[in-house]
T-cell receptor, first 110, second 117 residues
Framework: QQPVQSPQAVILREGEDAVINCSSS?????VHWYRQKHGEAPVFLMI?????EQKGHDKISASFNEKKQQSSLYLTASQLSYSGTYFC???????????FGTGTRLTIIP | GAVVSQHPSWVICKSGTSVKIECRSL??????MFWYRQFPKQSLMLMAT?????????EQGVEKDKFLINHASLTLSTLTVTSAHPEDSSFYIC?????????????FGPGTRLTVT
């Protein structure tokens, strides 16, 4: 069963913040975040390995709540280039395979 | 680093023919590669895991005789769609796995759009 992401879609004005959630029904070893633009392959954003871990780069950050089997992606002061569909990929322990979430379509407007 | 190429970018073929898609890791060696299929506005669905020198592992519901996978070297995996039908039309994406920071990160190729007429 694939992880559920929320919201399914969101429209923001440039400069606004967004939070994307990823919730799994299974115990997780790691969570990977990707952004995919239309017609292109997913681009790796970051990986979270440990429960309680938070990580960020530029204005995109993420957290991983291992107990709740959840992860959240935070985009602050959004830019037009942030538009795309965001997927979380969850990895179970001892298994390189990723199960991708349902996806969140983010649209940034000027 | 961690660049993955895929060829061709798109292909149109007639029903009943076979199509081969190549996936290469350009600047690293990948012991494991993955093949995904993505339908419009949907998530990525894992089809199979490809390990160099061994048989691929297919996900439940994926026909191994229809989707032939060969992982010939540490930098090349191929997916052959045999006897393609219109319902096989989709976006096929490969990824290559590289170990970093105690886990495996997957980097994706640009994808191949298959249209079966």
């Amino acid at each position: 069963q694939q992880p559920v992401q929320s919201p399914q879609a969101v429209i923001l004005r440039e400069g606004e913040d967004a939070v994307i959630n990823c919730s799994s029904s299974k115990a997780l070893y790691s969570v990977h975040w990707y952004r995919q633009k239309h017609g292109e392959a997913p681009v790796f954003l970051m990986i979270l390995l440990k429960g309680g871990e938070q990580k960020g780069h530029d204005k995109i950050s993420a957290s991983f709540n291992e107990k709740k089997q959840q992860s959240s992606l935070y985009l602050t002061a959004s830019q037009l280039s942030y538009s795309g569909t965001y997927f979380c990929g969850t990895e179970e322990r001892g298994n390189e395979k990723l199960t991708f979430g349902t996806g969140t379509r983010l649209t940034i407007i000027p | 680093g961690a660049v993955v190429s895929q060829h061709p970018s798109w292909v149109i073929c007639k029903s009943g023919t076979s199509v081969k898609i190549e996936c290469r890791s350009l600047d690293f060696q990948a012991t494991t590669m993955f093949w995904y299929r993505q339908f419009p506005k949907q998530s990525l669905m894992l089809m199979a895991t490809s390990n160099e020198g061994s048989k691929a592992t297919y996900e439940q519901g994926v026909e191994k005789d229809k989707f032939l996978i060969n992982h010939a070297s540490l930098t090349l995996s191929t997916l052959t769609v045999t006897s393609a039908h219109p319902e096989d039309s989709s976006f096929y994406i490969c990824s290559a796995s590289i170990r970093r920071q105690g886990s495996y990160e997957q980097y994706f190729g640009p994808g191949t759009r298959l249209t079966v007429t």
